[in-house]
């Protein structure tokens, strides 16, 4: 069993910014810029605050981060126990050995560097020689370490802060405690420098976790101004750039901002942000032809574009709200009272973008469906519901949700499946209702799925009650065309427009294709052992890759109806996409913030899709991290245990088989003439006035030189006996398979031959070239045993009828060759009565099929 997927490389991972981690940031005197490093689970990235772009994802470490700092030479880091320095972001420097658990805290302190690890213990280590310098041990009762800083100007000291609330100055050097204050009863959370000498501002566990930012006025004691909700989670980061107005903040809610202080007050707004899913996200699809954007929507009720290319094209079209304008005065200090539920399903067509909202979207727990918009980035004005649903013009009171919904090719409706039964019709550009489907319902119970066909002809519901049933899409209100039995409860609808296939997920774990120009099951796969989550066909509707909660991704072949591939992961794919050019594939999993993108081998290289029987021992892939991984040696993996298949020469002796020679070694051999009039020179070649001496060579593709001849002028009219006749390697060749009658070897040679040279060495089979009557009988058999074999079917064609035109007159004359004309005329007509009654039938088929 194969240690990979066979079809799918992890290639990186997008939408990861920022975690619980401290920001830190750094100045590089060379570049000018200040750069910020931000933790993003096993790796960090370095943002440069010029233009607040990413510059470098660091390379993957053990484990988790566990804390980061820097100095103007390195990044520190720390995961697990190990302690590694990089330069430039990248670059491994140096790795520091020696702690005994985890370690939380850092701080480079000139030449050294300080880490406290969860025992308690602090250690001093040498940057260059990486050796332990000091280390000290605290009690993790009296005096548990959660905070470390160096104060301004005071030499060797180092501050240390205490879950107890109790503070410590240590002078590393000596190794001396030099004084300690009693603070707080509350456990400190951070130290930090102020601008002012002897000063230092120290954080309380006690404070807010709301994610406001306070400015304090030192010298007045009191708060300048404040900024509400400047993050969705607590400020995790928070760091002024020297000498700008400018100060960044990170938070656990996936999101690295830049402030400035230009407001009339005094005040800072928003300059830069860079974010992802505060929330797991629930949906992805890929949007437009090129494969370049996706849309995300997660459980933090947004809606994002994330870009394949470049982080710097990601956008966010806002979070879902019942009152966008009302939303934007009210939110402010206690969040978003208007927010709505997260977004669960929604769909989009690229047809209209530019002129209406080209985006529905599907609410968790609500009748309601939004628009979105994507050219303008923003939600839209419309709340689609229908009137027998509105809370204030209906006397229903249970509790009716959307379902499903789908938009048309053509991007004038949606249309939007409930938990009632009902199929609802809207135009997206006016909000207008448009007509339902079905009397009184659609279905008896939820519907599951609604799609159309490419030309709003048909429109297809899939529901509970196990039924799938085809409608007249122009017709709402009108009955069902047909009905299809799936027996099993769907859960829901992928089609594929382009080949008129539709997708649907049953209860049972299995899936089923289904054709809608003939309204049948086509195709039914099972395999999956959970929850199917979703599905996606290929751009060539050739697979069909599906996901399910028992954190498998299977690959199937549509027209084999068999599995080709099968990986699981660590979490369960809630969501996946194929792009539309093949390329990627979009993943989005429980409990991962990010959007997961794995690359399509079998673009760029070869890959044996056989099919794959009941997988006994599914491989376990890892997720792909921000940074991508290098695939080393993965064509080994894949080949461990299954040979590579090689095709027989021969399928069958009954069927004709062509040859693997290019069609440019035959094809020219009956209009050979043509070509070497065509190629013909101008002008004849010039001979040298002092011509070098040349010794005599046999006429062949290898140089050999005739030793036998003369260039004495009184012997060249002597004739030489037959059998001292030189002939070329070819003669040669077919003179030795008349006792062997062995054909092979002169038929290998004759596919190594060019057009001109086969030519040649024909045209020589006859007396008058060099030949004999024995030669040209030795190839007719030659060109019999290939038609007998079934064999090189094309080449035996063209040879025959090269041969045919060169020397049929010499047949002709001559009994020997005339007599065994026949027997080649039997093995042709046989070989070809074959080819011609199935190339007849074809076309029978062909065109009854065409006329139906």
Request: charged fraction near 20%; include cysteine; hydrophobic fraction near 40%.
């Amino acid at each position: 069993m194969a240690q990979s997927s066979r079809i799918f490389m992890s290639n990186r991972a997008l939408g990861y910014v920022s975690n619980h981690i401290p920001l830190v940031v750094r100045y590089i005197r060379c570049r000018k810029e200040n750069l910020v490093v931000t933790c993003v689970g096993k790796a960090f990235h370095t943002y440069g605050c010029s233009r607040f772009t990413l510059l470098s994802v660091s390379g993957l470490h053990s484990g988790e981060v566990t804390c980061i700092a820097a100095d103007a030479y390195h990044v520190y880091t720390a995961s697990d126990d190990v302690i590694r320095a990089w330069r430039r972001g990248t670059e491994l420097k140096h790795t520091y050995v020696g702690h005994s658990c985890p370690v939380h805290l850092l701080l480079p302190f000139g030449p050294h560097l300080l880490s406290v690890d969860e025992n308690n213990i602090l250690k001093i280590w040498d940057v260059k020689s990486e050796e332990l310098h000091l280390e000290l041990t605290f009690d993790n009762n009296t005096f548990n370490i959660t905070t470390i800083l160096h104060p301004v100007t005071y030499l060797n000291k180092v501050l240390l802060g205490s879950e107890q609330g109790i503070m410590q100055l240590w002078n590393i050097h000596s190794a001396k405690q030099i004084y300690v204050f009693k603070g707080w009863t509350s456990a400190i959370t951070v130290l930090e420098q102020a601008p002012a000498i002897d000063v230092v501002a120290v954080g309380l566990a006690n404070g807010s976790l709301s994610g406001h930012v306070v400015f304090w006025n030192l010298e007045e004691r009191k708060v300048m101004s404040q900024l509400l909700a400047a993050h969705n989670n607590a400020v995790t980061g928070l760091q002024c750039l020297p000498n700008e107005p400018l100060f960044v903040t990170s938070s656990p809610d996936n999101s690295l901002k830049m402030w400035i202080f230009d407001m009339p007050d005094g005040g800072a707004r928003l300059l830069h942000i860079r974010e992802g899913h505060s929330a797991p996200p629930s949906c992805v699809r890929f949007h437009g032809s090129n494969g370049h954007n996706l849309l995300s929507a997660g459980g933090d009720s947004t809606l994002r574009i994330f870009s394949t290319v470049t982080e710097t094209f990601n956008k966010n079209l806002g979070q879902a709200s019942y009152n966008r304008k009302l939303s934007k005065k009210k939110s402010k200090g206690l969040g978003d009272p208007l927010k709505m539920p997260p977004i669960v399903q929604f769909t989009s067509e690229t047809t209209r973008e530019k002129e209406w909202d080209n985006i529905a979207a599907v609410h968790l727990g609500l009748a309601t469906v939004t628009t979105w918009s994507y050219d303008k980035l923003k939600m839209g004005e419309l709340k689609l519901l229908p009137e027998r649903f509105d809370a204030k013009k209906s006397q229903l009171k249970v509790n009716i949700v959307a379902t499903c919904l789908c938009l048309t090719s053509c991007g004038n409706f949606v249309l939007i499946g409930y938990s009632t039964g009902h199929v609802d019709r809207f135009n997206i550009q006016s909000g207008i209702h448009r007509g339902s489907y079905g009397h009184p319902s659609a279905h008896t119970g939820p519907v599951r799925g609604v799609a159309t066909d490419n030309l709003n002809q048909m429109t297809v519901t899939g529901g509970s009650d196990a039924l799938v049933r085809f409608w007249h899409f122009k017709s709402p209100g009108s009955t069902a065309v047909t009905k299809l039995d799936v027996e099993e409860s769907v859960s829901f609808f992928r089609p594929h427009h382009d080949s008129s296939m539709l997708a649907a997920a049953l209860e049972d774990f299995t899936i089923i294709i289904i054709d809608l120009d003939t309204h049948t099951v086509v195709r039914k796969f099972q395999g999956h052992k959970g929850q199917l989550t979703d599905a996606t066909f290929s751009p060539d509707s050739r697979w069909l890759v599906t996901a399910a909660m028992d954190c498998t991704v299977c690959t199937w072949d549509i027209p084999s109806a068999q599995l080709i591939d099968c990986f699981q992961l660590d979490a369960a794919c809630t969501s996946l996409s194929l792009s539309p050019t093949g390329d990627l594939l979009a993943t989005t999993h429980v409990d991962y913030l990010g959007v997961f993108l794995w690359s399509n081998r079998t673009l760029y290289s070869h890959v044996s899709l056989r099919a794959i029987s009941e997988p006994t021992e599914v491989p376990l892939l890892k997720l792909p991290t921000t940074m991508g991984e290098k695939q080393e040696g993965m064509e080994d993996k894949l080949n461990d245990g299954e040979p590579e298949f090689k095709s027989c020469d021969q399928i069958s002796k009954d069927l004709v088989t062509l040859s693997l020679v290019a069609s440019s070694r035959w094809q020219n051999l009956l209009d050979i003439d043509i070509v070497k009039k065509r190629n013909k020179p101008k002008e004849p070649p010039k001979v040298p006035k002092a011509a070098p001496f040349f010794l005599p060579t046999i006429p062949s593709l290898n140089l050999q030189f005739d030793l036998n001849k003369t260039t004495d002028k009184e012997e060249t009219n002597i004739r030489m006996p037959a059998s001292l006749q030189s002939l070329s390697g070819f003669a040669q060749l077919l003179s030795d398979a008349a006792e062997t009658n062995n054909f092979q070897p002169v038929v290998a040679k004759l596919k190594a031959m060019g057009p001109s040279v086969i030519d040649f060495e024909v045209s020589s089979l006859a007396p008058e070239g060099g030949g004999s009557f024995d030669l040209m009988l030795l190839f007719m058999k030659l060109i019999e045993s290939m038609l007998i074999s079934n064999k090189d079917f094309e080449l035996a064609q063209a040879y025959l009828g090269l041969f045919l035109g060169r020397h049929g007159d010499l047949i002709a004359s001559e009994r020997q060759l005339r007599d065994y004309i026949p027997k080649l005329q039997s093995c042709q007509i046989t070989g070809w009565e074959l080819l011609q009654g199935k190339l007849f039938y074809n076309l029978c088929v062909t065109q009854s099929l065409k006329g139906m």
